[in-house]
């Protein structure tokens, strides 16, 4: 675990606490005309500290969108505390913030051992993340039953549904991928096939993409599972260019740790980036990784969260996450966990200020709570969903994303 206070000034409370909390005294001063009398006041005491946890992915293939939510979440921890911090709206106490991280792996058993640390050492009452279905939901269970207010940036599964005290910046899966299968039937694709990830979200998402698909009136020709972090995806590539013509347009949800090599094996046979390619739609765009294979990725279509890009709290983030952090990549600030990690902590800050800092104040005022985020606008229903997110679909051209069309949930 580390925490993000060594990058807030002014979060310790010193040893000289004590004198701190002195009445007022008086000082007379003898003088051979008069005696004069001066009050000195101590000064106000500092305030207190309150950990928050957050469970990101530090370690495994996608430990770089770790990294980077520890950037968007520390901009907004600094902010807050530089601007007096927190004021509890029951008691009327200020307090500053630290954030303890911790490892979520994007699996249970790491989550919850980080968890049960935070619970049991650092006494949190709330933390965000983790961004990943497979930890978050037996985390959810946990901070259930034990008044712990957690609050993930982007975990779908439709079974978070079960714990409403369980907040989720992100809409359900299956709102999601009915937005998905409807977005690629209205592009006037009457066929395509499924290429999905084997784990918890993608054996989900791939069934539920072809259920959606079909109601719409499409036709799915085939479905392929894939391991998340597979290295042959020839073998998938090579049946679908066996299909007859016209070939079916391709919808997959390859992470982005393996997005490059998939695109890249497309490529070299014929399935992307060639004019005589079929479309090619992915769950997630990754800057980066189409900016590095800008000739594969030509012409394929992303979705992304219908982002708000012009807000002034947006735009006053995006002014200090490169003051903050000069030497991140460029288009870095614009990145969902990035923005989504910052929104989790305003929604703690927003919280107390309304419900004060306890588990049922916090809770009580997150329901039905909305606000603009930095990411996107954010509704929370008595679900603890977002019902404001939307997405947008996007079209790769020359390294980099142009917006196509909005794609409503």
């Known amino acids: ?51 928050i946890g957050f469970i990101e992915i530090m370690s495994g293939a996608d430990s770089a969108m770790g990294q980077r939510a520890t950037e968007g979440a520390t901009v907004a921890l600094e902010d807050i505390n530089g601007s007096g911090g927190i004021v509890d709206g029951v008691t009327g106490k200020r307090y500053t913030i630290d954030i303890v991280w911790g490892d979520g792996g994007c699996d249970a058993t790491t989550g919850l051992s980080s968890l049960r640390k935070m619970i049991d050492i650092d006494k949190i009452k709330f933390f965000g993340g983790p961004p990943c279905s497979s930890a978050a939901v037996p985390m959810a269970s946990v901070c259930d039953s034990e008044k712990i207010v957690m609050f ?28 998905f299968a409807k977005a690629v039937f209205n592009d006037g694709n009457g066929h395509i096939v499924i290429i999905y990830q084997t784990d918890e979200v993608g054996s989900f998402l791939g069934p539920d993409v072809k259920k959606n698909f ?19 995806y020839r073998t998938v590539i090579t049946k679908i260019l066996a299909m007859p013509d016209p070939k079916p347009a391709v919808f997959h949800s390859i992470i982005e740790a393996a997005m490059n090599l998939f695109y890249k094996q497309a490529y070299e046979l014929g399935l992307a980036g060639h004019p005589e ?9 990754y800057p980066a990784a189409i900016a590095a294979n800008p000739e594969a990725t030509e012409g394929s279509y992303f979705f992304l969260p ?9 735009l006053r983030f995006s002014e200090l996450f490169k003051k903050r952090w000069p030497n991140a990549l ?20 927003l919280a107390v200020e309304k419900g004060g800092y306890t588990y049922d104040g916090m809770v009580n005022a997150l329901h039905g709570m909305a606000w603009q985020g930095v990411a996107y ?3 929370l229903d008595d679900k603890g969903t977002n019902q404001r997110c939307a997405m947008d679909e996007m079209i790769a051209k020359n390294g980099k994303l142009v917006f196509v069309k909005h794609a409503p949930l």
Request: net charge negative; no cysteine; charged share 20%.
């Open 277 to 285: 390619s079929p479309p090619i739609y992915g769950t997630g765009a």
């Open 152 to 179: 993930s940036p982007s975990a779908t599964s439709p079974k978070l549904k079960e714990f409403p005290n369980t907040f989720k910046l992100f809409p359900m899966q299956d709102v999601v991928d009915r937005a």
């Open 1 to 51: 675990m580390k925490t993000a206070g060594g990058v807030a000034a002014g979060l310790a409370v010193g040893g000289a606490a004590g004198w701190l909390s002195r009445s007022p005294e008086i000082v007379t001063t003898p003088s051979s005309a008069v005696t004069s009398t001066v009050t000195v006041t101590a000064p106000a005491p500092a305030p207190e500290v309150l950990k």
């Open 306 to 314: 219908a982002y708000s890009n012009e807000t002034w709290q947006y």
């Open 214 to 232: 079909e109601e719409a009136g499409g036709t799915v020709d085939a479905m392929f599972g894939v391991e998340p972090l597979s290295t042959d």
């Open 377 to 379: 606008p954010i509704q």
């Open 330 to 349: 460029e288009g870095e600030v614009l990145l969902e966990e990035v923005r989504s990690a910052h929104d989790v902590i305003t929604g703690f800050k």
